[in-house]
């Protein structure tokens, strides 16, 4: 069973950072495509950031963190990271890490492969 351990959510400031970190053992890091979804309560769960396991330069953002997230993979760690600068109020919703045999934009939502537990974010204005 795979298992996806999220961590480095909280509370923070308009403007802020937050880094969120999802752990995986080496066999999933190195063979699946990973990335970040959020949900705001009683919306969708959206795709915000993606990763390629193979090819590092092979990401995705969606429009609206576009300069101001960041995804990235250490292997090392088995860890993949979502650095996330100047932050906004309307960045506030649970992140969910997710695992998948596909890059994460070609997937349908329901059709992930793994999910983590979820991170709460919370960005006070």
């Known amino acids: 069973q795979v298992q996806l351990a999220e961590s480095g ?7 802020g950072s937050l880094t969120l970190s999802c752990a995986t ?5 190195g063979s699946y495509h990973m990335g970040w979804f959020r949900q705001v309560s009683g919306q ?6 993606a990763v390629s396991w193979n090819n590092d330069r ?4 969606a429009d609206d963190v576009k300069g101001r997230f960041t ?8 860890t993949v990271y979502l650095q996330m600068n100047s932050l906004k109020p309307e960045d506030t919703a649970v992140y969910y890490c997710a695992a998948d045999s596909q890059f994460l934009p070609r997937v349908r939502r329901y059709e992930i492969d ?4 979820g991170a709460q974010v919370t960005v006070s204005s």
Not at 44 to 49: E, I, K, P, Y
Not at 58 to 61: F, I, N
Not at 71 to 78: P, Q, T, V
């Open 25 to 29: 053992d080496g066999r999933t890091f």
């Open 9 to 15: 959510g909280g509370l923070v400031p308009a403007g």
């Open 44 to 49: 969708d769960r959206d795709l915000v950031a």
């Open 114 to 117: 793994y999910w983590g537990q």
């Open 71 to 78: 995804i990235a993979r250490n292997s090392n760690k088995n």
């Open 58 to 61: 092979l990401t995705y953002y």
